[in-house]
């Protein structure tokens, strides 16, 4: 895990609202649906111009409320219709890495910041404003979560 500061971002792409109480569900999960139609469209173009962007948006309170995500590649990318702009927030972020096999590496990871951040003595506070997984691999991630860093 490091702490990186990191500039404005500009991508494109499709966008759910959902929450994680509905994710554990299979019959009620948006995400996976929402990664295959994309990548079902989308892949032959972006495969050959990573990274590609699952981006955690919108959140209306924290890890258990609802949120949106987008998944996304730079603009100029891809085109198309039903395509959604979205800028990542610039701000400070906490970035935790995984390498493996996908979905089951990113699934771990995201339990591996959850944890992190529920504990007590965490020095950070998530902002909640834009959090983001990019993929420059296909068996690579960082996740970055947008934090508050007290001076």
Not at 66 to 78: E, H, P
């Amino acid at each position: 895990m490091k702490t990186v500061n990191l500039p404005q971002k500009s991508v494109i792409g499709k966008s759910v609202r959902t929450n994680n109480r509905a994710e554990s569900e299979s019959v009620s999960a948006k995400i996976g649906p929402l990664w295959q139609d994309f990548m079902g469209q989308y892949g032959e173009q972006i495969l050959a111009k990573m990274p590609v962007y699952g981006v955690y948006y919108d959140y209306a309170s924290d890890m258990n409320g609802d949120f949106s995500l987008m998944t996304a590649v730079d603009v100029g990318t891809i085109s198309g219709e039903g395509l959604l702009p979205l800028t990542l927030e610039a701000g400070n972020y906490l970035c935790f890495s995984a390498q493996g096999e996908m979905p089951r590496s990113v699934i771990e990871l995201w339990q591996t910041i959850w944890a992190y951040f529920g504990k007590d003595n965490c020095p950070y506070r998530r902002q909640y404003l834009t959090d983001f997984e990019c993929y420059s691999t296909a068996d690579s991630v960082d996740i970055y979560i947008g934090v508050h860093v007290e001076v």
